[in-house]
Each structure stands twice: as C-alpha cells, then as structure tokens.
C-alpha cells in the first residue's frame, strides 16, 4: 500500500484528478447501469462574457453537490452545461473595444460587428467555462450548448412562430422602460430602484382667460413639457370648480384639459397631478382612461425632440435646468423642497431609465401565466424554500405583457419579415415572398429577442426540442432547478411559463433557490466597498474544496449568508484535519485490513460500537437533510462527527488497541478505523470531491473511483443505546477530570489516582486504559467503601469518580495559595461593593460604566465561592 504524502497538494491534485474524472466517462449519464433512473440538472447558463464570481461558485457547488449525489445513488446524473450569449453585456464590451480602436458599430456595419462579437467570442468565451472546471463541476462537456447554436436558434424561431401563430405576439406603441445609454428597451425586471435625494417642484398650471391656476408638483419638471392634462379628485373641493376647464402647459401655451379622476391623492401634495401619459406608466393607465392623447417630447438618446418647442435638442437634465429658469423668470415657479424619490436605473448600465412610448414587440402573458400558477400549486412543481411560492404567485397573478424586443445587434433576430404595403410575415425559415400581399420586397426586423426569450426555452432546447431526440425522450422534463432567489422571475418563472406551453409538461420538478453571497458583516459584496472575495485568488490560495465547503456549510436555502476569509481558511484546515486522520488510519493498518461486516459486532468494545452507532445515525441524519434540501446543516454534521468524536475521541481511544499486544482487539479497531473513514469519504465527496477523492486512492483493495461509488446507507443494526449512553457518561468523566486537574494546576505530565462508585462501576474500571491515555489517570480502582475525604469529586450519570487531592498536589501549599487568592479576592469585592454603593458614583457615572462594575462584582463573588470550596476540600479532616 502507497503511503500518504504529508500534506494534501490541492493545486497538483486537482487537474489530475478532474482530468481522470472526465476522461473516465464519470460525468455522463450513460456510465449509470442500464435502466437506471435518470436525474437531471441544465446548468443556469453564465454570461459568455463572464468571469467566476462568488455567485458562480454557490451555484456550481451547491449543483455539483445535487449531481455527484444522485450519481452515487445509481442514478443516470446528466448535468447540462452551457453559456449565455447575454445580448446587452456582450455588446457592450465589443462596442468598448471598437471605441478604443476609435470606430463603432454603426460605422462598421451590423455584418462586421457581428463577425467581431463572434470572434470575441471564441477568444474569450471559454475562459468562464475553464474556471467552472476548476472548481469540479461534473457537467457533461460533451452536451456543452450555448444560446446562439443553430440548434437553440432553431428553438427560439419555433417557440417565436407558434406564438404568432397562436395570436399571442403583437407588435404597436407601448409605453416600454428605455435605456438611454444602452439605446434600448429593457424590462420591467431589468430596472433597479433606489432611494435617492431629489428636489420636488412646485410650480402654477395657469387657467386659460383666467388669473387663477392650480398648483402641481414634480420631480421631473422637463416632463410637464409633454403634459396632456392635469387631474385632481372629483371630490376635492379646492379644485371641483376647475373640472373640465383648460389649463396651459408652461411656456408652450398648449392647452390641457383639467379632468377628474379617483386615482389622484388629495392629501399627497398639492391634491393636483400633471399628467404625462406619454412618460409615466400610472400616467399612462390614467390617460388610455381618458382618451388623452400621448405626447414623446424625448429622442433615443435622452435629448429632448421637437415637441419640446425651444427645448429641443436639449439633453433631459440641461433641458429641467433652463425650462425651470424659463419658468421661474415667467412667474411659474412656487417652490423647490428637498424629496426622497425612487429612481429607476438600468441594472446593466446604471443610467436613469426613461418611460416612453416605442413601437415594440410583446407576448401576451396572461394564458402562459394561468399554466404556470396552477403547475406550482397542484404540486406538479415545487419551490424550496416554500415561503417563495407567494411571491411567485403575486407576480403571475399581477403580470404584465412581455415586450421582447431589444434594439440590439447582438442576439436571435426577430424572425419578422416587413414588406413595403406593412404587412408582417412570420416564418420559421427566411420568406422569399409576403405571406400577405405577396410582395418579395422583404425587410427583416432590425431588433433581437430579449436574452431571457431564449433563456426559457433552456431546460428543453438544450434537450433537441423542437426535435423529438432521444435526449429530451430520455431526459426531460428535468429534475432540478437551482438557482439564486433574485432570478426567480426574470428566469424560472419565465421558464416554468414556456415549458408548459410549448412542452405541455413541467420543465423540472423541484426549484431550489439559493441567497446571495454578502461579506463577513452581511454587507453586499462591491468594488466600491473594497469587500469582494475573488474566488479565483482564494481557490489558489486554499483550494477549491476549502471554498466549496465554507459555502455549502454556510448556507440555508432562499437565506443570505455572510463569508469571510476566516470561514474559508476554517474549511481549510478542516480538510487538513482529513487528510490527517486518513494518514494516521492507513499508517496503522500494516497490511491489515478486514472487512468490518467479517467481524462480529459483539466482540467488539464499547468505544468501537459507539463510534459505529454514532457513524450510523449520522448517516441517518444526513439522509434525512438531503431529503429536505438542508445540504449546509448535513454538512455541519458530518464535519463535527469527524472532528469532535472521531478525531477528539475515538483516534485517541484506539491508540490503546493499535499499540498493545492484543491482535485481535488491533484488527477489529483497524476495521472499524477503516470503515469510519471510508464511510466519511463518501458522505463529504459531494461537498469536497479533490480531497476526498485523492485519500480514497489510497485506501486499500479493489475500489471504484469515488465518484461512482455507493452512497451510504444507514445499517440500523448498528445503533447501540447503552453504548452511546456508556461513552457519553465516560467522555464526561473524562472531560470532567481534565477540569479539576486544570483547576488545581496539576502538571500535565503528573499521573494521579481515581476511585469511581456507581452501578456503572466495573465498565468504568474497564476503561482503565483510556483514563490513562486521555486525562493520566494511572490507576482507577472500584470503591470498596466510605467515599473518600480530601478528595475533587466529579459525576457524571450514575457514576462518581473520586480523585484524592493528596495524589494530586501539595495540600498545605495549595491551601495556602488558595488563601492568599481568597483575601484578594475579598479586598476587590470590598473596594467594588462600596463603589456601587456610592449614590454620587451611580447617579453620575455613564450607565455603561455603572453595568461593567456590577457584572466585574457578580464575577468577583463567583470565584470567592469557587476557592472557599476548595479551600474546605482541602480542609484537614
């Protein structure tokens, strides 16, 4: 057998072993036995243009955990791999490289700026799937998709022409979110609030041949520019005499009605609204209302358009400046207050986004919607953690039109076809003719579907569909979806939606929804902040396996956690602690080692049968939590099984076995070592797969890899009641014994005495050996009468054991140390009890102060009862 090296080498093992892994066949399907029940996972699919970030790292490793399990269960794992081509992200990096070359893509043309992307690419596109490797992910590379395949373009066309074809896709003006610095629409989803510091306007809406005029306020005064009417409550009599009178916008003297309508707060400002139906979404639902007609006063970029009169050409935030002034000089104004307002921002470009009307495309999503509620609430699938089905339920309850269109040139392009009479034809292969008017002057829609079209079509087109491959007979739906909890609508509602209306079957059964990683002190992790924790600096420095457990272990699902480098190092040394413990148990085997199952059970002693039933039920436990998805408190488990029982007590307990001259009692330890070990190896290889697997290679006889191995299975044989009941009052006792020697300063290398009472008595004495080796008890003997006097006495169950301070220390020194210790302690006590007793002191002093001297009393009595008790033990009887 090969000896272990002393330390584990992550950064050379870790290559070699993935490399082994994959070139086995471990990580397909097909390496299950024939027949085999199938589990099923598709990667979520990482920007192309990322790099492994910490919310990379959870989902790989909570999904490499998911798969390696099932895989040790028999089952056939398929773990999809795959990117995302990230439409807005990518385009934008390539546009930052073409700026710096000092062009762009308008000038280049969308031929040659596709062609770019396209070689940017495969030059850079791969490096995020290098780095999900290195942290051990187990995917299937031979299955690797990316969302711009033909074969997955081939699905976003079909899902797109049967949306059409089912009159679910319409395409007209609509008020959509527009980025100006992206130059395109974005979601509803893809806009981020924030609470931020603004001015409230208030300003006069003049009434037309009249000196009166209604009060409004704003936060965006270039806006009152497109304004189409101003709105007050139908029962608010400071304005009911003006409902239906013509106001004038400010400075272009364009008249607006002023209607009525309940929508309108009385007691939130002035109890008037401007109404921009054009640049607001309530504004909007108030103006379709009212018939009012919508007014864009903004260009793409943000600049103001004609309909803004003089202001035209304007960028917005120059354009509020001058109007106001304009105004201000036109006695318009009233007043300016400071206000928190929510600001809508582009989460990709963090520019405020602007509501305006634009000709988009937009599924209706309500029939979608309708399949998805009822999937989640008859149970077909469920959400871990369930407290996330309500808000599942409120936003598909409460969801709006889909608008599908970016004005990119990155991305699938809208498979639309216009001809010049503006008919639209939609065909799943380029038309040479208008399906309508049969025109062949044909022009394709400029714009490309939203990333999170294709997105959704995920679990099943990486699969073939709308091909009938044997993959997607074999392999969908899927089992699994997990995911971070802040994508459950952009992506798995999206995703649940599209599986049942193109699949007519739920996409995965089971969604499980991860927190987001935050630093130590639950701050979120930013560049700003100086608190990111860059996973590819730590796995050099700890290794892959250090980082993968600190988070598995760290982590609940649908809840944040906070990581810090301690935790990672702490996971680290864990491993360490492994790998230690595999060197001793195959040090000592010399040969030996028989199968645990060829031993019978009842010879062996009671630290033995204790250490198997405790291994027993943690398997038990650990069951149990897989079965509910509670991957961080199993992990917990096993790592404090291995650390406080194995390692802390039963190693040090079978030294006595392994270096004494009994070859029977060597071997059954040896077997029970081994076997503890082994069992361990499996249960933490889904969690640690390097470290793990490297110490199965050396374990002996002929083994499978520890990828393929068995999942453990709890033997309920092996629980044991007296046992576990025996070893707790012994470990106690143990425990208990290193405190009195602690408290007396005995030297650790003096040996003492013990005398035990109890109907446990004789197995205690049993023990004499372990006593020995783990607290210096040289001799314990049975009581044979009276408990001794001037003797620590500690108690533990049933059983008491006596420890004569005479073998211990000194009794006239100690005594007169300790009554030394007891006349400081008193003169502390003396001189804090007349502090607190000090009117002046208590009234004057600060609280905390006050509370500090009262605790430093409470802790002074406590230790002045703690040496007169052991000043009257030592008492000459």
Wanted: glycine share 6%.
């Amino acid at each position: 057998m090969q000896d272990m090296p002393k330390n584990f080498n992550f950064a050379e093992a870790e290559p070699r072993l993935y490399s082994a892994w994959e070139s086995s066949g471990a990580f397909k399907p097909e390496i299950a036995p024939a027949g085999a029940a199938s589990y099923v996972i598709t990667i979520p699919p990482p920007n192309v243009t990322g790099e492994l970030h910490l919310g990379h790292v959870m989902f790989v490793s909570l999904e490499d955990l998911m798969i390696r399990y099932e895989r040790m269960r028999g089952k056939a794992a398929l773990w999809v791999p795959g990117t995302d081509h990230a439409g807005i992200a990518t385009q934008l990096q390539v546009e930052k490289m073409l700026h710096d070359e000092g062009t762009s893509r308008q000038e280049i043309g969308r031929e040659e700026f596709l062609h770019r992307i396209w070689d940017w690419k495969e030059k850079y596109g791969g490096m995020i799937i290098t780095q999900l490797r290195r942290l051990g992910a187990s995917c299937d590379w031979s299955r690797l998709r990316f969302t711009l395949d033909e074969s997955l373009s081939q699905a976003v066309r079909e899902a797109f022409v049967r949306l059409w074809e089912q009159g679910l896709l319409y395409r007209g003006p609509r008020l959509i979110n527009w980025s100006p610095g992206l130059q395109t629409a974005v979601s509803d989803l893809e806009v981020e609030y924030a609470e931020e510091e603004a001015l409230l306007y208030y300003f006069k809406y003049r009434i037309q041949g009249s000196d009166a005029y209604i009060p409004v306020a704003t936060t965006r005064p270039e806006t009152i520019l497109g304004d189409t009417a101003v709105a007050v409550h139908p029962d608010d009599e400071r304005y009911k005499a003006l409902i239906g009178a013509t106001a004038l916008v400010p400075m272009l003297d364009r008249p607006i009605p002023v209607i009525a309508d309940e929508y309108v707060d009385r007691e939130f400002g002035t109890g008037a609204l401007k109404i921009t139906p054009g640049h607001d979404f309530a504004d909007y639902e108030i103006g379709q209302r009212h018939n009012l007609p919508l007014i864009n006063i903004l260009n793409k970029d943000a600049t103001l358009n004609d309909n803004a009169g003089p202001y035209a050409g304007l960028d917005r935030d120059v354009a509020r400046t001058r109007l106001w002034n304009d105004m201000a000089a036109a006695g318009l104004t009233l007043r300016t207050e400071p206000y928190r307002r929510t600001t809508p921002r582009s989460q990709r470009g963090g520019e405020i986004v602007e509501p305006m009307l634009s000709v988009q495309w937009f599924v209706k999503m309500e029939p979608l919607a309708r399949k998805a509620i009822d999937a989640v609430r008859d149970g077909r699938i469920r959400i871990v953690p369930e407290r996330f089905e309500k808000v599942y339920f409120n936003w598909l309850e409460n969801i709006k039109d889909w608008c599908i269109s970016r004005q990119l040139w990155w991305g699938h392009r809208i498979p639309a076809f216009y001809c010049p009479n503006g008919h639209i034809t939609v065909d799943r292969q380029p038309p040479t003719r208008c399906a309508t008017c049969g025109s062949p002057e044909l022009t394709q829609d400029d714009d490309v579907l939203d990333t999170w079209f294709s997105s959704g079509l995920w679990p099943f087109s990486t699969l073939g569909w709308p091909r009938q491959t044997p993959d997607l007979a074999r392999f969908y739906p899927t089992d699994m979806l997990e995911t971070g909890y802040d994508i459950l609508f952009f992506w798995v509602a999206r995703m649940i939606m599209m599986g049942l209306w193109f699949t007519d079957d739920v996409p995965f059964r089971t969604v499980y929804l991860h927190g987001l990683v935050r630093d130590e002190h639950g701050e979120k992790m930013s560049k700003t902040r100086g608190n990111v924790i860059d996973p590819l600096l730590i796995i050099g420095k700890y290794g892959a396996d250090a980082l993968r457990f600190a988070l598995l272990t760290g982590s609940t699902p649908g809840a944040d956690m906070n990581l810090g480098e301690s935790q990672i190092e702490y996971s680290r040394n864990f491993g360490n602690k492994l790998w230690q413990l595999a060197r001793f148990t195959l040090s000592n085997l010399e040969g030996d080692a028989p199968a645990l199952e060829s031993i019978d059970r009842a010879t062996l002693d009671a630290p033995s049968r204790w250490i198997l039933s405790r291994l027993n039920r943690l398997v038990g436990s650990v069951q149990r939590l897989f079965d509910a998805y509670l991957y961080g408190e199993a992990g917990r488990q096993i790592r404090e099984f291995l650390w406080d029982e194995f390692a802390d007590w039963y190693v040090e307990i079978s030294k006595n076995a392994l270096y004494g001259s009994d070859a029977a009692a060597k071997s059954r330890t040896r077997a029970v070592l081994l076997h503890v070990l082994d069992t361990a190896l499996r249960l933490l290889h889904p969690y640690i797969p390097y470290i793990t697997e490297e110490i199965a290679r050396y374990l002996p006889g002929e083994r499978k890899p520890l990828i393929v191995s068995a999942w453990p299975v709890a033997d309920e044989g092996a629980l044991d009641d007296s046992a576990e009941a025996f070893m707790d009052t012994l470990r106690d006792l143990i425990v208990k014994i290193r405190n009195v020697r602690a408290t007396y300063n005995v030297d650790p290398g003096k040996r003492i005495t013990a005398i035990v009472a109890g109907e446990s008595a004789a197995q205690v004495v049993g023990m004499a050996e372990v006593f020995a080796r783990l607290c210096n008890v040289e001799q314990i003997t049975a009581l044979g009468g009276n408990a001794p006097e001037q003797a620590a006495a500690v108690v533990s169950g049933d059983a008491t054991v006596y420890l004569p301070l005479a073998g211990m220390v000194d009794l006239a020194a100690e005594r007169e140390r300790l009554s030394k210790e007891l006349e400081t302690l008193r003169a502390q006590i003396e001189k804090t009890e007349k502090m607190l007793s000090n009117e002046q002191f208590v009234s004057r002093a600060r609280p905390d102060v006050v509370e500090r001297e009262r605790a430093k009393l409470a802790e002074l009595t406590q230790a002045r009862a703690s040496v007169e008790e052991r000043l009257n033990a030592l008492a000459v009887g």
